[in-house]
């Protein structure tokens, strides 16, 4: 039998599985089928709404709600939904809130090492990858899709079915409802200015990868390009680097807008590593 305490004014519904070391605190509300693995830590007036699954090691400060009804006016209180999925060592402070998916088969879902800062939100059917950052008051609109290590600033917002591409840095209080390619950093709204090099590096990208990245940004994401001229210039830089392939593909499965970066006449030189 799993060992776990239950604050006396916490309510768990008798669907709820809870792993080895779950803490619930005082005024948590669990309602429907909830599992909760090892070590998750509810501090206080948590609340979830199943179907829902949170990973082992992840903590939730007071005033999270997971798994409520998507703000979405076709979906009808009582429809069936594939609720939220939360991966292992998260953190969600306060007020976080996570909505169920309109789909019956596929989550909301956060991906494992993910911080959610205070208030932040992740709208109905959204996906986040592993090891991001959502700052204070971040918004993700349903759908929006955020890949691996990527940091989302305060007070930023993700339009609807937008896609921040890996290792992506958004800069606070800007939004985008354009898709923002891996790499880069969107420094006004649906506008890269850079690229993110103090994550490449810290995150031990090798250089020639990193000059690679930058001659792309430069040279292909802020001229002004049609869709097809943009992604065979990428691919064919891509033959050479394999960040610069993964942006490639990026461009090439987009569905929305790309974000560009400021477009200028003047012709610069090739970074050189």
């Known amino acids: 039998m799993a060992n776990y305490s239950i604050h006396p004014t916490a309510f768990v519904s008798k669907e709820c599985e809870l792993g080895d070391g779950v803490e619930i605190g005082p005024f948590c509300v669990l309602a429907g089928r909830v599992q909760l693995g090892a070590g998750v830590r509810l501090v206080a007036s948590v609340h979830i709404t199943g179907p829902a699954r949170i990973g082992a090691g992840t903590t939730l400060y007071p005033g999270v709600c997971i798994g ?45 090492n993910v911080m959610m800062m ?68 969107l420094g006004s709204r649906n506008v890269i200015h850079t690229v993110n090099l103090v994550g490449l590096r810290r995150s ?36 050479h680097s394999p960040l610069v392939a993964e942006m490639a593909r990026f461009v090439a499965e987009a569905k929305r807008p790309i974000a560009r970066g400021p477009s200028h006449h003047d012709e610069e030189q090739e970074f050189d590593a």
């Open 204 to 239: 031990g990208v090798p250089r020639d990868e990193v000059t690679a990245v930058r001659n792309a940004f430069w040279h292909v994401l802020r001229k002004t390009l049609t869709k097809p001229d943009m992604i065979a210039q990428l691919e064919a830089r891509g033959k």
């Open 118 to 185: 205070a208030t932040s939100h992740a709208g109905h059917d959204a996906r986040v990858g592993n090891n991001v950052i959502l700052a204070n008051s971040c918004l993700l609109a349903g759908h929006s899709l955020v890949q691996d290590s990527a940091i989302l600033s305060g007070n930023s917002a993700v339009h609807q079915f937008t896609r921040i591409g890996r290792m992506a840095f958004i800069s606070g209080l800007c939004g985008t409802s354009c898709d923002v390619p891996p790499f880069c950093v």
């Open 68 to 112: 409520f009804p998507p703000q979405d006016y076709k979906f009808k209180l009582g429809d069936v939904t594939a609720g939220v999925t939360i991966g292992e060592n998260c953190l969600l402070r306060e007020h976080v809130t996570v909505h169920a998916a309109t789909k019956t088969d596929t989550p909301t879902q956060i991906g494992n």
